[in-house]
């Protein structure tokens, strides 16, 4: 199945410098030819990146290469702080020499090595080291005489503190200079040497420090935001017990498992690959999958993931996926590339500090120029105050607010077993009206059992009428065909001209005959029915059951009445959505009388049968126009068209085809009902706290705009309100990481 997200189109943003660098050689062309294992999978050299941290630098990185012929594209991880550039050698080339002249230091990446290269010790060190220097600096211009040689040493002590926290800063605020764009590492470069040119060293070095290490906090917490998901991996084994030729079992890396091996766990043991139990039984907790930590009873035959844990008894399986193409590394994989889609509030925040941040640069301009002249402050001190509103001009905390909240929203999401492919998604399902719901496999479990065998008069023996309607039924895949061919339990015929036909039901040859297996519309088509056959199909039609027919060309043979049941979960989550205002709605290729029997049972509000591919389509259409925004939840293959039509598309994963979980939005890994309105509270959350740190971020700056303009703030005071700020609105959006549903319908 595909997990991965759709890439979302960026926009520019308002820029600010999130971490302290290092500094590495920028690999060439040729270095990355040498290196055969310099690629992801599809053969794109990867570069980890170890100043880009957040969506900022992202822009600032596709700015530097944009205009550059022969970039096909670019996709960024920023929690592994990577970059793929597919290009061509001679644009490749220029690429990283662009990067690097930005301001960033790209090194080229290994296929099995890992590329994260969260803030480092040295950084820290660096800063610390800073700090004390600064400290130094102010205690000897505040206690020493005022001479030229303490003069000078204070001087020293600045300078040295300033090169050992700012030299990334300097390095990335010119590189932003010469494109004439205002980031924070340009704002902060321009007002720390300023300060030191008016006299006040002492300060600009205590800034700087105290900027630097704020930034390393503020990298560490979203790295927390960032890794949440990926913890997950750490559940998974690095070695499994493979069967060996000769019967012995023997421990090897996982990632060295081929396809079809056997693998054996023990209880008590985590599940290192995905694959198919082949013998043994027992209870596995599917928790990092699905999200639901009741175990599930696994036999021959059962599916198992990557990641869960054996509980009871010795399992055996079939390895059915790869190591890095486990149904939870594609979960990983698919919230990594959700990060990189931007949210609705995002966008409006990008484009807001695009105005923000000029227009309090052209406010400090004014201050530094017009108040001497109007308000009678020396040069010195307009200077000064121009100064400290650069530092309060960057809109930092307002530009994170929204990434480590929408991160933290995907984490929090994907633990429960909810795969949400971006951000808009997360954030917009706060607005649906109308849930629209397929019947069978989602609604119900999915597993109907024949109920009832009626054959018709005619001259074929029982025997053979029921052989053809095993055979037919054992060809198609369909939920209702299985239950037949379950319930008759016999051997099949060969088949020829097999056709499937999509929402009708099956045809094919055998035995010199051409036999149809399927639905009362398919019946009516082909001219078989009568008034006999309807009157028979009504009486299982208002027990909620589902009737199929085997007829041949002349007349129909047999009806076979199936029935499903509907999941305890579903009726939960049904009056779940009710209490949070959403209308339900049925939709289902199930005759109308069926869809109602179901309905009823399950609390939904309206239900439409007998309906087609296309027929489902355009119910969408119609529940947007009558209600508004409208989700879809199905997991076949017929629900596809109406997925990728309605606002939000919902597939159920565990018993999805890959076709749905393609054309969805969001995927539920346990295929449980109640996730879609802990979905949509997640988004209410979500949505709630993105405005809440907006609140903060524009607050804080409103004050300290003030006091620097009419009031005695200082640059220390400038610095504190604009990491604080930032620090507030990360730490505000990490708490969503420890959310659950509570049931909050207010």
Avoid at 212 to 230: P, W
Avoid at 459 to 484: F, N, R, Y
Wanted: charged share 20%.
């Amino acid at each position: 199945m595909s997990l991965e997200a759709t890439p979302q189109p960026r926009q520019e943003t308002a820029h600010c410098g999130c971490a302290g660098g290092c500094s590495a050689a920028v690999p060439t062309v040729a270095e990355i030819a040498a290196a055969s294992d310099l690629t992801q999978s599809d053969g794109v050299p990867v570069f980890v990146i170890p100043t880009m941290d957040c969506p900022n630098e992202e822009n600032d990185i596709r700015r530097a290469v944009a205009g550059i012929e022969g970039i096909r594209s670019l996709r960024f991880q920023l929690s592994e702080r990577t970059v793929s550039i597919d290009a061509t050698t001679e644009a490749l080339d220029a690429a990283l020499a662009a990067i690097r002249k930005a301001g960033f230091s790209p090194k080229a990446v290994s296929a099995d090595q890992t590329a994260t290269e969260n803030v480092g010790i040295s950084e820290l060190w660096r800063a610390i080291l800073a700090l004390g220097l600064a400290v130094g600096a102010e205690a000897q211009d505040f206690f020493a005489p005022d001479t030229l040689p303490f003069k000078g040493f204070g001087m020293a002590l600045a300078v040295v503190a300033i090169w050992l926290s700012g030299i990334s800063t300097y390095s990335k605020g010119l590189a932003a200079l010469r494109r004439g764009q205002l980031n924070m590492n340009a704002l902060m470069g321009v007002a720390v040497t300023g300060a030191f040119l008016i006299g006040q060293w002492p300060e600009a070095a205590m800034v700087m420090a105290l900027y630097a290490i704020a930034e390393l906090i503020e990298a560490r917490s979203v790295d927390r935001a960032r890794n949440a998901i990926k913890g997950l991996l750490d559940l998974t084994p690095q070695t499994a017990e493979v069967r060996q030729a000769d019967g012995t079992w023997l421990e090897v890396p996982a990632v060295a498992v081929k396809l079809e091996s056997c693998v054996r766990v023990k209880p008590g043991a985590r599940i290192p690959l995905d694959g198919q139990v082949t013998a043994g039984t027992s209870a596995v907790n599917q928790a990092p999958v699905t999200g639901e930590s009741i175990p599930i009873d696994k036999v021959a035959g059962d599916q198992v993931f990557a990641g869960t844990i054996n509980e009871t008894g010795i399992l055996e399986f079939r390895v059915t996926a790869a190591a890095d193409d486990t149904t939870l590394a594609r979960i990983i994989h698919a919230v990594e590339q959700a990060q990189g889609t931007q949210a609705p509030t995002q966008r409006f925040v990008d484009r807001f500090a695009a105005i923000y941040t000029p227009t309090v640069f052209g406010i400090a301009v004014a201050v530094a120029i017009l108040t001497p002249w109007f308000l009678g402050w020396t040069w010195t001190q307009a200077l000064y105050k121009a100064l400290v509103l650069l530092v309060i001009a960057c809109p930092c905390a307002l530009v994170i607010a929204t990434p480590v909240t929408v991160v933290s929203g995907l984490a929090a999401a994907a633990r429960r077993g909810i795969l949400i492919k971006g951000g808009v998604y997360l954030e917009e399902a706060r607005k649906l009206r109308v849930i629209a719901l397929d019947k069978t496999g989602t609604i119900t479990e999915g597993k109907p059992r024949l109920v009832a065998t009626e054959l018709l008069p005619s001259t074929v023996p029982e025997s053979q009428v029921l052989a053809w309607a095993a055979s037919l039924a054992g060809h198609s895949d369909h939920p209702v065909s299985k239950a037949i061919a379950t319930g008759l339990n016999l051997p099949e015929n060969g088949l020829t001209d097999f056709l499937a036909l999509a929402g009708r039901g099956i045809e094919a040859r055998t035995d010199g005959q051409t036999l149809i297996l399927g639905n009362h519309r398919l019946i009516e088509e082909r001219a078989l029915c009568s008034a006999e056959i309807e009157a028979r199909l009504q009486v299982h039609e208002t027990q909620g059951r589902t009737v199929t027919m085997l007829a041949t060309e002349q007349q129909v043979l047999a009806i076979f009445a199936v029935a499903d049941t509907i999941k305890e979960s579903s009726r939960e989550a049904v009056a779940d959505l009710h209490r949070l205002g959403v209308v339900s709605v049925m939709l289902t290729g199930d005759n109308a009388a069926t869809a109602a029997s179901i309905a009823k049972e399950a609390g939904i509000d309206d239900a439409r049968g007998n309906l087609l591919p296309e027929d489902k389509l355009a119910a969408i259409e119609d529940l947007q126009r009558r209600y508004g925004p409208t989700a879809m939840t199905g997991d076949g293959i017929n629900d596809a068209p109406a997925l990728a039509r309605a606002d939000i598309g919902v597939a159920m994963g565990a018993a999805g085809t890959d076709t749905a979980m393609e054309a969805a939005d969001v995927v539920i890994m346990n295929d449980d009902l109640r996730r879609i309105p802990e979905t949509i509270l997640l988004s209410r959350r979500t949505h709630a706290v993105l405005w809440q740190n907006i609140g903060l971020a524009l607050g804080i700056k409103a004050i300290f705009l003030g006091l620097a303009i009419f009031g005695n703030a200082t640059m220390w005071m400038a610095v504190f309100a604009d990491m604080g700020a930032s620090l507030l609105v990360v730490g505000n959006g990490v708490r969503i990481l420890r959310w659950t549903s509570g049931k909050d319908y207010r």
